[in-house]
Structures are given as structure tokens and as C-alpha cells.
């Protein structure tokens, strides 16, 4: 059974950055590709970024200048790194495992999905 939890989020001022952790448990990320998404108060999920099995990566065209997304193979874990953080990027944010990632998209996986960890960003 996939477990995935999240780790990292927190309180932090516009401009700065976070480094959000999914570690996954029961299953290697040498097979698994990894996807973060977020859904912000009153709306939808959305996908952030995602790296498959073999580390190609997606990035939603929000964040893309200003994210990376990493694996550590060892401790099982993905990294989100986000900068230059703005009030919009408030939001729960999700790991979920083995999205869908195509060239120009990454699409929930039905695998499983974390709990979530908050990030507020303070204008």
C-alpha cells in the first residue's frame, strides 16, 4: 500500500521560499513518478510540478520560474523547492503518486495521496 506524507510547510513572507518534502513509503521511486499539486481556499486542486520514475520533470507554467522539484533516491523522498513565494501560492499542498506526466501535462495519480501540509504566504 502507498503512503506518502508531507513535510515542510509553514508561515512564510512574500518573496521568500519553502522546501517542501514528500517521502514515500511502501514503494521505491526508482518505479514511481511523484506529483505535487495544491488547492488553495475556495478552489480546485491544481498540479504544481511532478518528476517521473526516470526524473523527468512538469512544471505548471505558475511556478515554473521559480520552483525545482528533486528526488533523493536514498531516504525515498521528493523535494519541491519554491522562491520568490507570493500571497497566491497559499494553499494545501499535496503529494500524490504516479501522476500521469506528458510533455505539457501531469494528471492525478489514482494511487494514493498524502495528508497535506498548509503553506500561508504573508503579503
Known amino acids: 500500500q502507498v503512503q506518502l506524507v508531507e513535510s515542510g510547510g509553514g508561515l512564510v513572507e512574500a518573496g521568500g521560499s519553502l522546501t517542501l518534502s514528500c517521502t514515500l513509503s511502501?514503494?521505491?521511486?526508482?518505479?514511481?513518478?511523484i506529483g505535487w499539486f495544491r488547492q488553495a481556499p475556495g478552489k480546485g486542486r491544481e498540479v504544481v510540478s511532478c518528476?517521473?520514475?526516470?526524473?523527468?520533470?512538469y512544471f505548471a507554467e505558475s511556478v515554473k520560474d521559480r520552483s525545482t522539484i528533486s528526488r533523493d533516491l536514498d531516504k525515498n523522498t521528493v523535494y519541491l523547492k519554491m522562491t520568490s513565494l507570493k500571497p497566491e501560492d497559499t494553499a494545501i499542498y499535496y503529494c500524490?503518486?504516479?501522476?500521469?506526466?506528458?510533455?505539457?501535462?501531469?494528471?492525478?495519480?489514482?494511487?494514493?495521496w498524502g495528508p497535506g501540509t498548509q503553506v500561508t504566504v504573508s503579503s
Open positions: 500524490n503518486a504516479d501522476p500521469l506526466i506528458g510533455r505539457t501535462s501531469c494528471l492525478e495519480g489514482i494511487s494514493g
Open positions: 518528476i517521473s520514475s526516470s526524473g523527468r520533470t
Open positions: 511502501g514503494y521505491s521511486l526508482d518505479y514511481y513518478a
